[in-house]
């Protein structure tokens, strides 16, 4: 149970005095509460209630107490918890995953030596620190390679991003897509000095082929890194190298970091899948957590060691000996001949029309090329004949009056991939009637199938 808590007061969006004081009521085991200075500053001066106590009051103890650190270092263990990150997952119940201190900060390391992020380098941050992204691959990373972490804004804010990129002559940018795409599309874009930035990693949601590209070319950000991973795997667990073909880059989300192994199985089965079929993505190495927190079936359901390893003679076991723990993501992919990732998107988020299993984001790229179109997002809808169809939910591009009709999009979609692909239902962002497909009559649903 926690002890200490540390917490600001408010944000520009948010007052916790009342839920602090109910936490202090209610959590026993809570002996202090230490209150960080405000971003805002609205509260600096105010007094605080008894059982409180700031920041820098605790740095100032700090200075004047000496910390055995080596007896410290000593009574920590490798693979004892560190950090409980929440993530949904793929049943969407929210999870504690249990990183430990070999994960995040392994994890840290390599992803700094992949980039060759030093201590000359200034990353601007402006994801969510309580993501594994925002922490493992932003914070950890920039503390274990001795680099200048900045924080342009309280919340997301592409104006301040920007600014930050520009004022402080940022080497590194860090996002996920509907962050990058902001930004391209500031009024203030054009504006900023952009040329001191040498890489950046865009993660965290599916990378279509076409965003990358002028992420790549429109910021301009030479090395920009494309990856995979998990909250689960301490962060990523893939990722391309600054010199990397941009073929690679385009298709690919790279090769497994250090001291990572993994293999395509079978979903249902976990049968071992010839090179370059699709299939599950299971991953072992020091990044698996240690468990969903306070959640052992799921634990069991989601970490297994797999029976070929138990067999004599088998490379089953780790470095220092101990059975492999293979983690199933839920992530379907394939190996190219090269030995590069290439993620086809979730088990569980395939539309199965009819028999046929469509992955989304082979959509969602070809959607993304039409220049008319801002972001996209399919996913499945009941059917009453196929059992799901196929629907879009798109964005159009900033400066753009006319949109598309249906038809357009849809012959688009079909220029590429099959008929049984193109959406059945497409909405754009801001429309009245933009929330669950209506029921339609047998005949004109059959009539939209067609084209």
């Known amino acids: 149970m926690p002890k200490v808590l540390f917490a600001t007061l408010t944000t520009s969006r948010y007052n916790y005095g009342s839920a602090l004081a109910e936490l202090s009521d209610t959590i026993d085991s809570l002996e202090q509460i230490v209150i960080l200075e405000d971003i805002s500053s609205s509260q600096r001066l105010l007094p605080l209630q008894p059982g409180y106590l700031r920041y820098d009051e605790i740095l100032?103890?700090?200075?004047?107490?000496?910390?055995?650190?080596?007896?410290?270092?000593?009574?920590?263990?490798?693979?004892?918890?560190?950090?409980?990150?929440?993530?949904?997952?793929?049943?969407?119940?929210?999870?504690?995953?249990?990183?430990?201190h070999r994960g995040m900060l392994n994890s840290a390391r390599y992803i700094g030596l992949q980039m060759s992020v030093s201590h000359q380098d200034k990353i601007v941050i402006p994801v969510p620190l309580f993501?594994?992204?925002?922490?493992?691959?932003?914070?950890?990373?920039a503390l274990v390679q001795g680099a200048t972490i900045v924080l342009p804004s309280e919340?997301?804010?592409?104006?301040?991003?920007?600014?930050?990129?520009?004022?402080?002559?940022?080497?590194?940018?860090y996002g996920v897509t509907t962050m990058f795409i902001d930004e391209m599309s500031h009024r203030q874009f054009l504006k900023t000095k952009r040329s001191t930035l040498r890489f950046g990693i865009m993660a965290g949601s599916a990378m279509p082929e076409e965003l990358l590209s002028r992420v790549m070319s429109t910021f301009p950000i030479p090395a920009l890194f494309?990856?995979?991973?998990?909250?689960?795997?301490?962060?990523?667990?893939?990722?391309?190298?600054?010199?990397?073909?941009?073929?690679?880059?385009?298709?690919?989300?790279?090769?497994?970091?250090?001291?990572?192994?993994?293999?395509?199985?079978?979903?249902d089965t976990g049968r071992v899948l010839p090179w370059g079929q699709r299939g599950e993505i299971v991953v072992?190495?020091?990044?698996?957590?240690?468990?969903?927190?306070?959640?052992?079936?799921?634990?069991?359901?989601?970490?297994?060691?797999?029976e070929e390893d138990l067999l004599p003679n088998q490379a089953g076991?780790?470095?220092?000996?101990?059975l492999r723990r293979w983690m199933h993501t839920g992530d379907e992919g394939y190996l190219d001949e090269e030995?590069?990732?290439?993620?086809?998107?979730?088990?569980?988020?395939?539309?199965?029309?009819?028999?046929?299993?469509i992955s989304p984001l082979e959509i969602e790229s070809r959607l993304y090329d039409h220049p008319a179109i801002k972001q996209a997002v399919v996913f499945g809808v009941p059917n009453e004949r196929y059992g799901e169809a196929v629907a879009a939910m798109l964005e159009l591009q900033d400066g753009r009056e006319v949109r598309p009709s249906d038809q357009e999009i849809k012959a688009w979609v079909r220029a590429s991939l099959s008929r049984y692909k193109v959406p059945v239902h497409i909405w754009w962002l801001g429309d009245q009637d933009s929330g669950d497909p209506k029921p339609v009559a047998k005949d004109r649903q059959r009539e939209a199938e067609k084209t």
């Open 226 to 267: 494309t990856n995979w991973g998990m909250t689960e795997l301490s962060s990523v667990a893939t990722m391309t190298t600054a010199t990397d073909p941009v073929s690679k880059k385009m298709k690919t989300a790279g090769r497994l970091l250090p001291n990572f192994v993994a293999k395509i199985v079978e979903p």
């Open 60 to 100: 100032e103890r700090g200075s004047r107490n000496t910390i055995e650190i080596d007896n410290l270092e000593r009574r920590i263990k490798s693979d004892a918890i560190l950090n409980l990150q929440f993530t949904s997952g793929s049943t969407g119940a929210p999870k504690a995953a249990a990183l430990t």
């Open 339 to 357: 030995g590069y990732f290439v993620i086809t998107g979730r088990i569980k988020d395939l539309i199965i029309r009819g028999g046929e299993n």
């Open 317 to 322: 076991a780790d470095a220092q000996g101990r």
């Open 131 to 141: 993501h594994a992204f925002g922490l493992v691959m932003g914070v950890c990373c």
């Open 284 to 306: 072992s190495g020091f990044g698996v957590m240690h468990s969903y927190y306070g959640n052992p079936e799921q634990t069991r359901k989601t970490i297994q060691v797999h």
């Open 155 to 173: 919340y997301f804010d592409a104006a301040a991003t920007l600014q930050a990129v520009d004022r402080l002559q940022c080497t590194g940018l």
